[in-house]
């Protein structure tokens, strides 16, 4: 159990913005879910926070190897699915941030802050995000080359704003990153891209090249999911934006956290919430997030008691 220590006597200088977000995310609990998940289609995520030498917070991305069997190359947040020995989600986000960048397990080193709502994915993983702060700042990553091949940071406020210019802190390190990015590169930037889970190419908004972008995708047949983008200033280093999950859940950790709305609309015209997609595909999809609920016992959970009414008083006709 981590010590009764206050976060902020084992920090350096934080600016006031960024001890109010610590403190906000350490308050915040995610509404008390009845339902169980499976376990094979559950996964973590680690955002790992650290205070910048300007007091603001930055939160720790990575590139995925190349020869990685999914999403290889991609600018990711650690995490993984569940493993047997994992206690809870918090587990599986400090196991995996372990295992891909050297994260201590320690538990003083390393806060957890909150847990947030949990995500789903195209490929129908339900992901919960552990937000991790550092406090120790003499640790030193120790990156697996077979799963990682470069790690770097943003603000964390970044995911609030549509331009490099109104981020705090931001133009001295990475808008002018952006600037001195040959035309030729951001040129071929593509937006958003077109997921496999989506069946149709979508709505683009926001002009190309931008630091921010998004598109609008029809998610399983539930409507419009909006997809966005940021650009990290890295990309003429071959970096790849920060897109789709990775994107929501640092925009929710932020709307959160600084308490703020970002600058630019979440959600697409009549996009459902998480939960009622999560609820959707184990109610609705013969996929495998429904073979999981049904395989390990869970459906009386999720299962639609209306429905359930209905077919029980056609069957006494």
Not at 77 to 101: F, H, S
Request: proline residues 8%; contains cysteine.
């Amino acid at each position: 159990m981590p010590s009764s220590t206050s976060i902020e006597s084992l920090l350096p200088p934080l600016k006031p913005e960024s001890l109010q977000c610590i403190y906000r995310l350490q308050r915040y609990r995610p509404s008390v879910e009845n339902r169980r998940y499976p376990k094979r289609r559950s996964a973590a995520v680690a955002v790992v926070l650290f205070v910048g030498r300007l007091g603001d917070l930055y939160v720790l991305l990575s590139t995925r190897a190349g020869d990685m069997r999914t999403y290889a190359h991609d600018t990711a947040l650690p995490g993984g699915k569940y493993e047997e020995g994992d206690v809870n989600a918090e587990g599986t986000a400090r196991r995996e941030a372990y295992e891909e960048i050297g994260l201590p397990m320690d538990r003083e080193k390393v806060r957890k802050l909150c847990e947030l709502e949990k995500f789903i994915t195209g490929n129908s993983l339900i992901v919960t995000p552990v937000i991790l702060l550092i406090t120790d700042h003499t640790l030193t990553p120790l990156l697996n080359p077979s799963e990682v091949r470069r790690l770097f940071s943003m603000p964390l406020s970044a995911f609030l704003h549509s331009r490099p210019s109104q981020i705090p802190s931001f133009h001295y390190r990475i808008s002018h990153r952006i600037s001195s990015i040959p035309h030729w590169v951001i040129d071929s930037i593509p937006p958003p891209p077109i997921v496999n889970y989506s069946m149709d190419d979508g709505e683009v908004g926001g002009k190309e090249g931008r630091f921010y972008q998004y598109r609008d995708i029809t998610w399983n047949g539930q409507g419009l999911v909006r997809m966005h983008r940021f650009l990290t200033g890295r990309e003429g280093e071959g970096v790849r934006p920060v897109y789709g999950l990775t994107a929501a859940i640092l925009i929710r950790s932020a709307t959160i956290g600084y308490d703020q709305q970002p600058d630019f609309p979440v959600y697409a015209p009549g996009q459902k919430s998480m939960s009622e997609r999560i609820i959707h595909e184990i109610r609705s999809e013969e996929g495998p997030l429904r073979r999981a609920v049904e395989s390990e016992g869970l459906w009386d959970d999720w299962k639609d008691d209306s429905q359930e009414e209905k077919k029980s008083v056609k069957s006494k006709l």
